[in-house]
């Protein structure tokens, strides 16, 4: 992205997502307390979303095993919130730190394995996280969960708001990092190895490297955004990790459009109000959830930015 | 690394084979190519050309034999650091970043062998160096006008190009350049040939080719390789007199 076309292009984009940004800031008092949660909600996923998107998007790793890196930091943050109390502050680090240590571990060995391959031991990567909180009952409460998990108490506003305004702060500073992340040369690393990853490795790169360190920040996202999930959610469970809600990131940033960024952002917010105007009308969230899928892949490959003609892909 | 007897050959194979199955698609492969040489490869389709460059550029492990560098054995140093080591290749199926601007595309390149390829917080394009670097590349082989089009947009010639720009930006010391001209017109295949005989004399070059007036053009020595072995050796003019090899070769053509 170089020239004055693709210039006025990021211009634009940083244009409308500051008015964005500004607009979620000073909107809220005057929003019915339902829709601020609804807010809330559609922040903590694009967040996760995004950095999923580093993945499937930038470094063509379709991985299917994002939520388990999600729950680790949920499952952090509910146990040392509920157990001994942690801060804010502490039960955001842990969580990060865990869940980057996690896909740092899981890394070694999901790299093994590519293109679909890769698909699959993610997934089953998701599977087994899935059966840990489902089983490993003294740590994780099993079926029932961490329950009464508290909001944190910041202070730094009044009316109820303050989590809202936390929530948004940590979320612009993720959106930061992601596009510094993204223009960087390691970010054009990743493309490159989306592109072809032979011609990296002739050209001199440790491929294996740049996707092991990618897979490690996107999973030290997920934490993050499962970390403040739990405190919004007041309860984590088995099913913060299970199928639907693995696939539900993935098809967040299939819907947005997958190597944009700001696309499984918006698919973020789409998905989750979607999901909140069906369950107005029906259980079957998973089947729409399914159709939409299907819909997307086979009419907007590219998703809502590949539509609207935005990227050049 | 000890000093060699002898002046080091720039690149050496030693009995390099290499199995898939039961298919020896490169067996008891020896040659020796000297700095500065501009060595042809040749041999039928299947021959196992592509294979041999897949070897000694580290892409592929292999069966069994040595690959030395400069009198450094790196048989088991993997690809990346081949490159680092000195050693360049291109494609026969083009192989470049095609969702990339041109720019990008030798960026990309100029990074594989740069430190800054690790940074993460400051954006690309605040690298003027290294957008110097590739216009100076991109003016070197015509190119500068699609400096900012798509790779995927580009005619085949023009993609063909980059490709060799992107090896060349590696600064390699030996190059390996596998049908560098496949699928170019007569006019720029000829464009391309002189390009490839006004490289740096310093830079030892492996040529696989089969249009035949591209080879005699560049190269010094052939090798021709059948069903994996190497099947004669010998200078362009011995080469085109063996009858063993017409047949071989030029007999099916
Ligand atoms: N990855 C692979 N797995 C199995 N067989 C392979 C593989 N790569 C190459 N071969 C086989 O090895 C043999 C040599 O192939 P190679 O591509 O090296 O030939 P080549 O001399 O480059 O031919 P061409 O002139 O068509 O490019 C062929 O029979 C090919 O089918
Ligand atoms: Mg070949």
Known sequence: MTGFRAGRARMAAAVAGIAGLVLLAILPPSLPAYVVIVLTECRIYAMAAASLDLLNGYTGMASLGHAAFFAVGAYTTALLTTRSGASFAVALAASILLAAAASAAVGVLILRASGIYFMMITLSVSMCAWGLAYRWVSLTGGDTGIVSIPRPRLGFVAGGLEFYYATLVLFSVCLTLYLLLVWSPFGKTLVGIRDSESRMRVLGFNVWLHKYLVLVIAGAFAGLAGSLYAYYNGFVGPNTVDLAHAMQFVLMVIVGGPGTLVGPVIGAFIVTLLEKAVSVFTERWVMVLAAVYVVTALWAPRGLLGVLGVVRR | ?253
């Open chain 2, 1 to 253: 690394m000890p000093a060699a007897p002898a002046p080091t050959a720039a690149l050496e194979c030693e009995d390099v084979t290499r199995r898939f199955g039961g298919l020896e698609a490169v067996r008891d492969v020896s040659l020796s190519v000297s700095a500065g040489e501009r060595r042809g490869i040749i041999g039928p389709n299947g021959a196992g050309k592509t294979t041999l460059f897949r070897l000694i550029s580290g892409e592929m492990p292999l069966t069994s034999g040595r690959v030395r560098l400069f009198g450094r054995d790196i048989t088991h140093v993997p690809c990346h650091r081949r490159t680092h080591l000195g050693l360049g290749r291109t494609f026969q199926i083009t192989n470049l970043f095609p969702t990339q601007t041109v720019a990008d595309n030798l960026v990309l390149a100029i990074l594989g062998l740069h430190p800054s390829k690790f940074s993460m917080l400051r954006p690309l394009w605040t690298y003027r160096e290294h957008y110097a670097r590739a216009d100076g590349a991109l003016e070197t082989v015509g190119l500068a006008e699609r400096r900012d089009d798509l790779v995927r947009n580009l005619s085949h010639g023009e993609q063909r190009q980059v490709e060799i720009a992107l090896a060349l930006l590696g600064g390699p010391r030996v190059l390996l350049l596998d049908e560098p001209t496949a699928g170019l017109s007569p006019a720029e295949s000829a464009r391309l040939t002189r390009a490839i005989r006004q490289l740096d004399a310093g830079i030892t070059v492996l040529l696989i080719e089969h249009d035949m007036d591209v080879v005699f053009d560049i190269v010094s020595r052939i090798t021709v390789l059948h069903q994996g072995r190497p099947f004669a050796d010998g200078t362009p003019a011995e080469i085109r007199k063996d009858p063993r090899v017409q047949k071989i070769y030029f007999g099916e053509q």
